[in-house]
């Protein structure tokens, strides 16, 4: 089992960065995909970006593609995600998730553990 906790958001206005990261707990944080979702309000949870075990492999939602960069360090047991050019439509609550699956995966049902979330706030 692993326990994840984000940390990194805040209130920021567009065009701006921030990194995120997740803090893993457990001895087998390397054999997780892990993965980022985020939930505005009213809205559906939605993915953002995924990692494979090794960090050899990344998957991108469309709307963050070219702006996010998703990475890990399996060494600290730590995720990260940094987040370039924010625009207001990225405000939301940033949730870690971590995979115990073959593949690096996407949709949010395959995901075990999950963090608390943290909150991201891009003003215009």
């Known amino acids: 089992q692993v326990q994840l906790v984000e940390s990194g958001g805040g209130l920021v206005q567009a065009g701006d960065s921030l990194g995120l990261s997740c803090a893993a707990s457990g001895r087998t944080f390397s054999s997780y995909h892990m993965g980022w979702f985020r939930q505005a309000p009213g809205k559906e949870r939605e993915f953002v970006a995924a990692?494979?075990?090794?960090?050899?492999?990344?998957s991108y939602a469309d709307s963050v593609k070219g702006r996010f960069t998703i990475s890990r360090d399996n060494a600290k047991n730590t995720v990260y995600l940094q987040m370039n050019t924010l625009r207001p439509e990225d405000t939301a609550v940033y949730y870690c998730a971590a995979a115990n699956t073959l593949k690096v995966v996407t949709a949010a049902h395959h995901y075990d553990y999950w963090g608390q979330g943290t909150q991201v706030t891009v003003s215009s």
């Open positions: 990692i494979s075990r090794s960090g050899g492999s990344t």
